[in-house]
């Protein structure tokens, strides 16, 4: 008989982790609990594999990482299912969260060679005799570190670049999601049935804790700013290097030539898609005054139009039952600073469900401004200009991603944005570009996963010198003669004295 437990609260029975489904408490994962030593010894084993996986080389990297991708696509709505029913989203949220991070996967695969891979580096005159050679070698085991809101996409973003790299992998999930962690690296160990490549430790924070004093080569964490500082603190004392995507609290731009009917459409999915649990969710919109009005009329009507239950819905219940304090402090706070909501509003917390919100005249002081929120909730401000909207989107310690709407000023708008990344005329779009980085300024973290940077995130740079011929100028010798440097002198002020 299926267990029922307060629905979305993980709980540990008997030494394992049950994770429960957010919608009707049904059980959805049950997965042994780790304790430091069987961290230590899943990095152990790691290690040994990390070897053996460097050693397959690229070729048979992309090889095995492909047919991974292959069984992830032939089984994307078992594995669709299985994140509806742990997390809570809608299907459809699921199958796109799970196309995003098979497309991830394939380009790591088939790019790792060319980004990573040995090549020769031109020499400067100065040191002409020398030839230069540049490799970005494995760093061995990378700790995953991953939230529960995109449970596929979050570990996967860091591990698939970070295999594709040839390094092994420990995974810990959330303790909201283990189940769709442990599928994860089920799928793997189908098509790497060798080594334990990439493998999973599950548990509460203190897992994860452990994890990063386990001896792990690099941390990968994806989650909150405030434990992303606990992991770093973790982290300092071994100097084991950590890659940070925190948290986010994502504008919206909306200019005066902006195409209103895509932005206000863009601006309820970029805001509401997994009811707003999304760390590049849009939060905040600020619209220029010619075009305020309307603007708000139309994200109303449209997000008005949003269906919100268990099943077959847009919205599907908010999955950690905390969170709901969050969302409703926030809604409270912005109607109790003078915001007025011009949908939804406290009434629509009706836990573990929030209903489309939508705030206006909100002070940018308010909780609902500066805090991330996580639900399905958008404030939206009037101001003068688009030099008025970047500033105010910028003045937060958060700068994950970002949003602008409009023609004529949008790239200019986004590039000025205190961003990692923005998306113009659309929103979140940049999670899903594999040739693209992906990533934060300040509060929002720091390092890149997703295209080029994400691969070399995962390696370190190897630099090789090989000397071809003898030097003419020679000075790293205690050989070298008074006149050699003296002719060093003479060279440097022709080549870098004008
Ligand atoms: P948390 O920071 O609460 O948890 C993230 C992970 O860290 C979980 O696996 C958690 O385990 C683990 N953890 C908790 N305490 C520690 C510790 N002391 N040492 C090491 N690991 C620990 O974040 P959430 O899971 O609530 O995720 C939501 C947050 O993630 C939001 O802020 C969101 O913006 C951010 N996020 C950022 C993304 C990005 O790419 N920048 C993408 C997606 C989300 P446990 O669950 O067992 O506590």
């Keep these: 008989m299926t267990a029922v437990h307060i629905p979305g609260v993980p709980v540990i029975e008997a030494g394992q982790l049950v994770s429960t489904s957010p919608a009707t408490g049904a059980e959805a994962g049950r997965l042994p609990v780790a304790t430091d030593a ?14 053996w996986w460097a050693g397959l080389g690229f070729t048979g990297r992309r090889e095995r990482m492909l047919r991974w991708r292959a069984l992830l696509a032939k089984r994307i709505e078992q594995l669709a299912e299985l994140v509806h029913v742990e997390g809570g989203k809608p299907v459809a949220d699921a199958i796109v969260e799970i196309v995003t991070a098979i497309e991830h996967i394939d380009w790591a695969a088939r790019n790792a060679r060319r980004v990573l891979g040995a090549r020769r580096v ?252 996580f639900g399905p909730t958008l404030t939206i401000s009037r101001v003068r200009d688009a030099d008025e909207a970047v500033t105010r989107a910028n003045a937060l310690s958060y700068g994950l991603g970002g949003s602008v709407f409009g023609r004529r000023r949008a790239v200019a708008i986004a590039r000025r944005l205190r961003s990692g990344m923005a998306s113009i005329n659309s929103t979140l779009t940049f999670a899903g570009m594999s040739t693209l980085p992906f990533g934060g300024v300040g509060d929002s973290g720091f390092g890149r996963i997703h295209g080029e940077d994400g691969l070399r995130e995962f390696g370190r740079a190897k630099a090789i010198t090989r000397r071809r011929a003898r030097s003419l100028l020679p000075s790293m010798t205690f050989d070298r003669t008074p006149a050699d440097v003296a002719r060093l002198v003479k060279a440097i002020k022709v080549m870098y004295g004008r």
Aim: hydrophobic share 45%; net charge negative; charged share 20%.
């Design 122 to 373: 031109r020499s400067r005159l100065i040191l002409a005799e020398f030839s230069g050679h540049l490799e970005y070698q494995p760093y061995g085991v990378v700790g995953v570190i991953g939230p529960w809101n995109y449970p596929v996409f979050t570990p996967i973003g860091s591990a698939a670049y970070a295999l594709a790299a040839g390094n092994a992998v420990v995974l810990k999930p959330s303790e909201y999601t283990p189940a769709v962690g442990q599928w994860l690296v089920d799928s793997f160990a189908e098509v790497v049935p060798e080594q334990p490549v990439f493998t999973a430790v599950h548990g509460l924070g203190d897992v994860g804790a452990a994890l990063c004093r386990s001896g792990v080569d690099k941390v990968a964490f994806t989650g909150s700013t405030s434990t992303a500082r606990k992991v770093m603190a973790a982290c300092a004392e071994s100097l084991t290097p950590v890659l940070i995507e925190g948290g986010g609290k994502d504008a919206m731009i909306v200019d005066s030539d902006a195409n209103l009917d895509a932005a206000a459409e863009a601006c309820v999915w970029g805001g509401m898609t997994n009811a707003g649990q999304t760390c590049i969710g849009i939060e905040r919109v600020y619209a220029v005054d010619a075009v305020f009005d309307a603007f708000v009329d139309k994200v109303v009507a449209r997000a008005g139009q949003l269906t919100v239950g268990p099943e077959g819905t847009d919205i599907g219940p908010i999955t950690m039952p905390q969170q709901i304090d969050v969302i409703r402090r926030h809604i409270d706070a912005a109607i109790t600073s003078g915001g007025r909501a011009v949908l939804g509003g406290p009434s629509a917390v009706q836990p573990p469900y929030v209903h489309p919100t939508v705030l206006v005249d909100v002070p940018e002081d308010s909780a609902a401004v500066r805090e991330e929120t």
């Design 38 to 51: 069987d961290v230590r010894q899943a990095v152990a084993r790691a290690r040994a594999a990390g070897e």
